[in-house]
Nanobody, 118 residues
């Protein structure tokens, strides 16, 4: 079973950028679609972006479309989330996970905190 370690979060001003990384352990990473999810205080965890196993197909939530880019490197068992033009409402803990039938499917890592504030 894959396990995930997220990194790259931090404090950034509105309009700034961050690049999140998710390193997966296990030999089956390249077989799975992957997703980035986020959970803000007091809210449910929601999908932000998804990418197919090959990287050829992506999906973005409307709230991040045009600002965030998901990518993956199967040789490095890593999925990335490039976040540009960050807004205070992007503040959340960000997680990655495998995606099966459109939903997260696997154990959650510790996530990485993203705080957008001036």
């Amino acid at each position: 079973q894959l396990q995930f370690t997220e990194s790259g979060g931090g404090l950034v001003q509105p309009g700034g950028s961050l690049r999140l990384s998710c390193a997966a352990s296990g030999r089956t990473f390249s077989s799975y679609a992957m997703g980035w999810f986020r959970q803000a205080p007091g809210k449910e965890r929601d999908v932000v972006a998804r990418i197919s196993w090959s990287g050829g197909s992506t999906y973005y939530a409307d709230s991040v479309k045009g600002r965030f880019t998901i990518s993956r490197d199967n040789a490095k068992n890593t999925v990335y989330l490039q976040m540009n033009s960050l807004k205070p409402e992007d503040t959340a803990v960000y997680y990655c996970n495998t995606v099966v039938a459109g939903t997260a499917h696997g154990p959650w890592g510790q996530g990485t905190q993203v705080t957008v504030s001036s």
